[in-house]
């Protein structure tokens, strides 16, 4: 607190405003390789040894989580034919809010012949908590994306409920400068009662969201379609729901469950389909 003419006034807050870069090109020998890195306050980015043709990024925020007034900003950029992974460490938290919103951003540039998955951990929103989030992607012609985004509405374990929260998510991809996807998710009031409802999420509080984005016709977007369909249905059971679309030049995936312990294998073998088998990057198997 500060003292101003006779009045006490409560000190500011402490807001982390981080932001992490990396970038990747294609080496001589035809692998992925470092070509930038930036890293900002509490934004950090690691590259752990891994021995798969893609080079596998990890994203940190050392705060622990974000909350009103808090800023995080993400970019990549993957070169001309690299094949670039990127995943969080842990859960991202949104925290309660004692006033504003947590903002975060992602970048993505993926060049010529080159492949970005983008395959952060679940995103957990608390009581109270608002976050604007968008992520803007970029792509050439013959580049190829996988994508991910998970929300969960409270701890099912530690038996938390979502009464108010403030929720605006962004998804905007674009091929050659064409827009091929666009969706937009907004959350207002109490989370609970609005996912109660049979036209919104049917009692479910974790959802996820999968992209896929490759060359090929409709025909073969329209049999990864049937093997989706066909790998996922055994597993849902209960309010476990999977909805499985092709059109406009990708694949969408949209995923509900109870709780994020159950909604993970599905989209675990969402993902082994849409990346050809290839593992996950290590954080996520730890």
């Not at 090109?25 to 035809?30: T, W």
């Not at 925020?61 to 993957?78: E, F, I, M, Q």
């Not at 597993?235 to 993970?264: E, H, N």
Request: hydrophobic fraction near 45%; charge should be positive.
């Amino acid at each position: 607190m500060t003292v101003e003419q006779g009045r006490i006034e409560p000190a500011a807050m402490q807001r982390s405003v981080g932001a992490g870069r990396i970038a990747v090109k294609a080496g001589p020998d035809g692998r992925t390789r470092l070509d930038a890195l930036h890293q900002k306050a509490n934004a950090k980015i690691r590259i752990p040894k891994a021995y798969g043709t893609a080079l596998e990024a990890v994203l940190i925020n050392t705060a622990g989580g974000l909350t009103g007034g808090d800023r995080l900003d993400w970019s990549a950029a993957a070169g001309a034919g690299t094949h670039l992974a990127i995943a969080t460490q842990a859960c991202e938290r949104i925290y309660k809010s004692a006033g504003g919103t947590a903002l975060q951003t992602t970048r993505l540039d993926i060049g010529a012949g080159a492949r970005l998955d983008w395959l952060p951990q679940e995103t957990i929103l608390f009581d109270d908590s608002g976050l604007d989030r968008s992520i803007e992607i970029d792509m050439a012609p013959d580049a190829a994306f996988v994508g991910l985004e998970t929300l969960v509405l409270g701890r099912a374990a530690m038996g938390e409920t979502v009464r108010r929260t403030h929720l605006r998510d962004r998804w905007r991809i674009r091929r050659a400068g064409q827009l091929i996807h666009a969706d937009n998710v907004r959350l207002d009031g109490d989370a609970t009662a609005l996912a109660d409802g049979p036209a919104t999420l049917a009692g479910c509080t974790a959802i996820a969201t999968l992209v896929h984005v490759a060359p090929g016709d409709d025909e073969q977007r329209a049999a990864l379609s049937e093997r989706l369909r066909a790998a996922l249905a055994p597993m849902t059971a209960g309010a476990l729901q999977v909805g499985v679309s092709a059109f406009a030049g990708k694949c969408v995936v949209r995923l509900m469950a109870p709780d994020a312990y159950r909604l993970r294998p599905l989209a675990i073998a969402a993902l082994s389909i849409l990346r050809d088998g290839a593992p996950l990057p290590a954080v996520w198997r730890s």
